[in-house]
């Protein structure tokens, strides 16, 4: 039997999102490995289990490991394991519990989320302070948890005294802290601090952490630090619909990520695309940085149309539609001549719409 040809180009690559690459081929091997045979079902089987040392390497020795699909499940079931139902979650307007899980916090967890807006995604002790009122008030949900993101949706970073000191106004005010790391492996490669540095050390209290972001098939973790600061945890993963049955596979992924620093080489290779892409159109005519790329993402400003053109040659995504701010985003598997194909074409299509302009 001949295999039938991908209905894709395996060699396409664009600047969208760092979930639009394939899987790492060690990840793949992985999976490969913990194939064939049978294996206790629901997280009981070996993967599973001696990942909880892998992420107490990681994340201490407390750390306890709760394998979810994806991100915002890991999120739904972090906040709800952290409150009461009349609780709230103070965050940044910008962050993805916000903006982009379709109300599930809200709908699935039945939160109530204290948005705050921030200047780049960042939230301070000074703005969790905005949100913070109302304690004891029957009238108006209880703050419990403070949601801060690393990296941030913008694609900005808190360095680790920033954490440490949300963490501790935080925990002065009775509020635990939860950090969505979809993105923690390319802070703490830009940080080059390890990943317990802005986490277990200064006293976060639970993670969400990403892996289909950085080479992943799929799979995410909700990493406990603090047990004490959460309940339910099992229960909630099952009653949200992310208990997999066949865990090995999800597991032995994180696995071949966390062992062998592939999770730390990914994320910079990633940084270091973005790096080099912030460079090469830093100065062309008519583009606008609107901040540093610290991690990997750089955000633009460019006229609509001329985005628009770019779009049909690599696949990116409008950011802000009101102000024509872009974000182009690399990935594990990001070339340099990835890189160097797109900003020609950035300052193609720029020249063309200089010259669009003077016909016009
Ligand atoms: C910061 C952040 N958190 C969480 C998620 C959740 O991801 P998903 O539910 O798509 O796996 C994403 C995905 O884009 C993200 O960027």
Redesign the pocket.
């Known amino acids: 039997m001949t295999n039938p040809p991908p209905l894709h180009d395996p060699d396409a690559r664009g600047f969208a999102?760092d979930?639009y690459a394939g899987i790492h081929p060690e990840i793949l091997e992985a999976i490969t490995r913990a194939n064939g045979g049978h294996q206790v079902a629901y997280g009981a089987d070996v993967y599973t289990q001696h990942l909880q040392g892998v992420f107490q390497q990681h994340f201490g020795a407390v750390a306890t490991a709760y394998p979810v699909f994806?991100?915002?499940?890991?999120?739904v079931i972090s906040l709800q394991a952290m409150t009461e139902r009349w609780d709230a979650v103070i965050c940044a307007e910008s962050?993805?519990?916000n903006v982009?899980?379709c109300g599930a916090p809200e709908r699935v967890a039945g939160l109530k989320l204290l948005a705050v807006p921030t200047s780049q995604g960042k939230l301070t002790p000074d703005l969790v302070d905005l949100a913070a009122g109302g304690r004891g008030d029957e009238h108006r949900a209880q703050p419990k948890v403070v949601s801060i993101?690393q990296s941030?949706?913008l694609g900005t970073l808190y360095s680790v005294d920033e954490v440490a000191a949300i963490v501790e106004h935080a925990h002065a005010r009775d509020l635990a802290v939860h950090l969505?790391g979809?993105?923690i492996a390319n802070a703490a490669a830009a940080l080059d601090v390890p990943m317990r540095a802005f986490t277990t050390d200064v006293g976060v209290d639970v993670v969400?952490f990403?892996g289909?972001?950085n080479g992943m098939m799929v799979g995410?973790c909700v990493v406990v630090i603090n047990p004490d600061a959460v309940r339910g945890m099992a229960f909630l993963r099952k009653l949200s619909m992310q208990l997999a049955s066949k865990m090995r596979f999800v597991s032995v992924q994180f696995d071949a990520l966390l062992s062998d620093d592939l999770w730390l080489r990914n994320a910079r290779r990633a940084n270091a695309m973005a790096a080099r892409l912030e460079a090469a159109v830093r100065g062309v005519d008519g583009v606008e940085l609107k901040r540093a790329a610290e991690v990997n993402s750089v955000f633009a400003i460019l006229p609509a149309a001329a985005a628009g053109r770019l779009q049909g040659r690599y696949p990116f995504y409008v950011w802000d539609e009101q102000s024509g701010e872009v974000r182009w985003m690399t990935s594990f598997d990001t070339t340099e001549a990835d890189v160097d194909g797109f900003a020609v074409a950035l300052r193609e299509e720029m020249a063309a719409e200089v010259s669009r302009g003077q016909a016009g």
């Open positions: 999102s979930n994806n991100g915002t499940g890991a999120n962050a993805h519990i982009d899980e993101t941030t949706e969505d979809a993105r969400s990403g289909t972001k995410e």
